[in-house]
């Protein structure tokens, strides 16, 4: 009973190892040999040990450490294969056949278009603002006073030659044609009165003489101080009944040439 035991184990191991084996060399496992008194040492803890035997030609599986028999020999392999060698990579395959397109739907049917709608009654105008009345015209200002300024001028001039003397007036015969208004004068042409208080400006103009010449006004016989020169203005404040002459200042007779004139006008 205890052999058959024994044996039956035995070929329960054998089919095992056969197994095994058969995965070994289909898989490309190594395996290792070792005589019946030697030991083995695994080299990591992933292998098997077993021991053939030459009569039955069958595999005994053992520990690491364990001995064969007398007549058997140990033998040894990795439990998993060792990797092999990656293969080439294959070949491309062929390009599939582009699918047909598929049919496109029909189109719908347009829906009908609606109606357009009434349009709206126009609002009533707005009514219009009613206009601001005017305001009233404001009273008219009370006339300003009359002026004080009366108008007064004269223009005259010497229609010839004179000779002019030291301290003698010069005339002015002849009167321009517009006439004097405000201010009069004597015979001889030689001397302006005024007949209104205020400012009048003079203007007076000499033709060429035969020599140095220079005169000056007067007022009321008494000499105002007047730039020389061959014309001169100036603007001077006389009273009522004041008398204003050209008097002659220089030291030699003067003939005077015609055309010596002279203007007064009231400016204020």
Known sequence: MHRFIHLRHRATALIVVAVAVAVAVAGGASYA????????????????????????????????????????????????????LRGRRGLKGKTGRKGLTGHTGETGPQGPQGSIGAPGAQGPKGATGITGQSGPTGPQGPTGPAGSLASAYLDAYSSSAQLVTTNSDLAFDTLAAVAPVGIGTNAAHNAFTVSSTGNYLFNVVFPPSNGPFSAQLTVNNTFVETPEGVSFSRILSLSANDVVTVRSAGAMPVLVGAGAGITIVRIS
């Open 33 to 84: 040999a070792t005589s019946g008194g030697g030991k083995t040492h695994s080299t990591s803890g992933n292998r098997v040990y077993a021991c053939v035997t030459a009569r039955f030609h069958t595999l005994n599986l053992l520990s690491a450490s364990a001995t064969c028999p007398v007549g058997q020999q140990k033998i040894s392999w990795n439990i998993k294969g060792e990797r092999g």
